[in-house]
């Protein structure tokens, strides 16, 4: 079972439609119209199962390094749900993903703000 085409994500206040662009067996990918912003979704079965939802940014920037020149640059933000083929229902594993995301987003981001500047 895939994902409805398109799929929209709001980014800093904006709505994004990301429209689908490839299925496989257990992945899809949709990308944005201008193909700078992608959104994967992969499923891994094994003795464990993990569950990935990935976001990609890709943008145009100028070198710091060297004056003039552009270069392309990328950012991925991952969520990942690892859990044991039984003993876990998905009703058991949702309020630990808005209890991580709520907790990242705390206090007006000061949280996720601190994990960028590499706190642990």
């Known amino acids: 079972m895939a994902f409805g085409d398109p799929q929209t994500i709001t980014i800093a206040g ?3 439609d ?3 662009i490839s299925r496989g067996i257990n992945t899809s990918s949709y ?3 201008d193909g700078l912003d992608q959104l994967i ?3 891994q079965y094994g003795k464990r199962t993990r569950r990935t939802a990935r976001l990609q ?3 145009i920037a ?3 390094f060297t004056a003039g020149l552009n ?3 990328s950012l991925s933000t991952y969520l990942v749900v690892d859990h044991p083929v039984i003993g876990y229902t998905p009703a058991d ?7 991580l995301c709520s907790w990242l987003t705390a206090t007006s981001d000061n949280v996720i703000k601190a994990l960028f500047t590499g706190q642990s």
């Open 31 to 33: 990308a944005t119209a």
């Open 18 to 20: 990301f429209n689908n």
């Open 93 to 99: 594993m949702v309020p630990y993903v808005h209890a």
């Open 62 to 64: 100028s070198d710091p």
């Open 71 to 73: 270069n392309q640059y």
């Open 41 to 43: 979704i992969s499923h």
């Open 14 to 16: 904006t709505a994004t």
């Open 57 to 59: 940014d890709t943008k």
